[in-house]
């Protein structure tokens, strides 16, 4: 569990580096796939579904129109319009 929570901290770092969000991570959206020679036990995840994803400078839209995000995985402070405005 700790190497897939690895890989996945890892893909947000590199989204965050694109300065990129994903805007619907949610468990549906990272698969587990095998190793690139089909032989190793080892898992190893994918990001997907970058349909709503958006570049950092957008993020106003994001706070706009909040339905971009699957209902169930929504944070609270979404819909309550509370903004951070800094990376948590």
């Known amino acids: 569990m700790r190497k897939v929570a690895f890989q996945l901290f890892t893909a947000m770092a590199?989204?965050?580096r694109m300065e990129m969000i994903h805007a619907d991570?949610?468990?549906?959206?990272?698969?587990?796939?095998?190793?690139?020679?089909?032989?190793s036990m080892r898992a190893r995840i994918k990001v997907i579904d970058f349909g709503n994803a958006m570049h950092r400078s957008d993020?106003?839209?994001?706070?706009?129109?909040?339905e971009v995000q699957?209902?169930?995985?929504?944070?609270?402070?979404?819909?309550a319009?509370?903004?951070?405005?800094?990376?948590?």
Request: glycine share 2%.
């Open 70 to 79: 699957s209902l169930h995985y929504r944070a609270p402070e979404v819909p």
């Open 81 to 88: 319009r509370v903004f951070l405005h800094a990376p948590v």
């Open 25 to 39: 991570l949610k468990p549906e959206n990272v698969l587990l796939a095998r190793s690139d020679d089909g032989t």
């Open 59 to 66: 993020a106003a839209m994001y706070y706009d129109d909040f």
């Open 14 to 16: 590199y989204l965050d």
